[in-house]
C-alpha cells in the first residue's frame, strides 16, 4: 500500500474513531506509519487529508442510505394505506443508524464544516440534493418522471424528518422514537380541538 492510501485509511479511521476537529497531525502519522512531510506532499495540508477522506466517508453513508431506501422501491407511496411499508423502511433506517453510528457523527460533524469550507459545502449539498431524490421516491413514490418542485418539496421534508431521527438516535437512543411510534406521529392529523 502506497503512503497516500495509509494516510488516507488514516484520516479515516481517525474521523470514525475521534471527528475532525479532534484529529491532529500527530494522530494521522501514528495511525498511518508516514512521516509529518507526507501530508503536505500527497494532500497540500492535514484539512484537505480530512475532507478528502470525509468525502470517501460520505459517499459511503449516502450508498448505505441508498441501499435502505432502494428496498422501498415501487412499495411506499406516502398514504396512510401503506403505514406497514413507512415503518418497516423506518425501522431500516433507524437499524442502519444504529450499525453505522460513526459513520453518522461524522457526517453531522462535517455540517459545521460547512461555514469554512465550500468544499465540504459543495459535497454536502450535493448528497442533499441526492438524497432528497431517493427519500421522495422511497416516501412518496416520486420518481424521475415526477414534477421536480413536488420531489424536491417531498424529498426536503423527509430530509428533514431523518436528520431529527438521526440526531435523536445519536444522542439518546434510550429515549428516541421506534419506528413505530415516528410513523404514528408523522401520520398523525394533530390535537383536535
Request: proline share 3%; charged share 20%.
Given at each position: 500500500?502506497s503512503?497516500?492510501?495509509?494516510l488516507?485509511?488514516?484520516a479515516?479511521?481517525c474521523?470514525?474513531a475521534?471527528g475532525?476537529?479532534?484529529?491532529?497531525v500527530?494522530?494521522?502519522?501514528?495511525?498511518?506509519g508516514?512521516?509529518q512531510?507526507?501530508?503536505n506532499?500527497?494532500?497540500g495540508s492535514k484539512?484537505?487529508?480530512?475532507?478528502r477522506a470525509l468525502?470517501?466517508?460520505?459517499?459511503?453513508?449516502g450508498e448505505?442510505l441508498f441501499?435502505?431506501?432502494?428496498?422501498?422501491?415501487g412499495v411506499a407511496?406516502?398514504t396512510?394505506?401503506r403505514?406497514?411499508?413507512?415503518?418497516g423502511?423506518?425501522?431500516?433506517i433507524i437499524?442502519?443508524?444504529q450499525?453505522n453510528r460513526?459513520?453518522w457523527?461524522?457526517?453531522?460533524?462535517s455540517?459545521?464544516?460547512v461555514?469554512?469550507d465550500?468544499?465540504?459545502?459543495?459535497?454536502?449539498?450535493?448528497g442533499q440534493?441526492?438524497a432528497?431524490a431517493?427519500l421522495?421516491?422511497?416516501?412518496?413514490?416520486?420518481?424521475p418522471d415526477s414534477?421536480?418542485?413536488?420531489?424536491?418539496a417531498a424529498g426536503?421534508?423527509?430530509?428533514?424528518?431523518?436528520v431529527?431521527l438521526?440526531?435523536?438516535?445519536?444522542t439518546?437512543?434510550?429515549?428516541a422514537?421506534?419506528?413505530?411510534q415516528f410513523?404514528?406521529?408523522t401520520f398523525s392529523?394533530?390535537?383536535r380541538?
Amino acid at each position: 500500500m502506497s503512503a497516500k492510501d495509509k494516510l488516507l485509511l488514516a484520516a479515516r479511521e481517525c474521523l470514525l474513531a475521534q471527528g475532525y476537529a479532534h484529529t491532529t497531525v500527530r494522530d494521522l502519522v501514528a495511525a498511518s506509519g508516514a512521516n509529518q512531510a507526507s501530508i503536505n506532499y500527497h494532500f497540500g495540508s492535514k484539512e484537505r487529508l480530512l475532507t478528502r477522506a470525509l468525502r470517501d466517508l460520505n459517499t459511503e453513508w449516502g450508498e448505505l442510505l441508498f441501499a435502505v431506501l432502494k428496498e422501498a422501491d415501487g412499495v411506499a407511496d406516502g398514504t396512510r394505506s401503506r403505514l406497514g411499508d413507512q415503518v418497516g423502511l423506518w425501522g431500516r433506517i433507524i437499524d442502519s443508524i444504529q450499525a453505522n453510528r460513526s459513520l453518522w457523527f461524522v457526517n453531522f460533524e462535517s455540517v459545521a464544516s460547512v461555514r469554512q469550507d465550500d468544499e465540504i459545502r459543495g459535497m454536502i449539498a450535493g448528497g442533499q440534493e441526492l438524497a432528497r431524490a431517493s427519500l421522495a421516491r422511497a416516501f412518496a413514490g416520486l420518481g424521475p418522471d415526477s414534477d421536480p418542485g413536488e420531489v424536491h418539496a417531498a424529498g426536503s421534508h423527509y430530509l428533514a424528518l431523518l436528520v431529527g431521527l438521526a440526531s435523536q438516535w445519536l444522542t439518546d437512543p434510550e429515549r428516541a422514537p421506534t419506528a413505530e411510534q415516528f410513523v404514528a406521529a408523522t401520520f398523525s392529523p394533530g390535537p383536535r380541538r
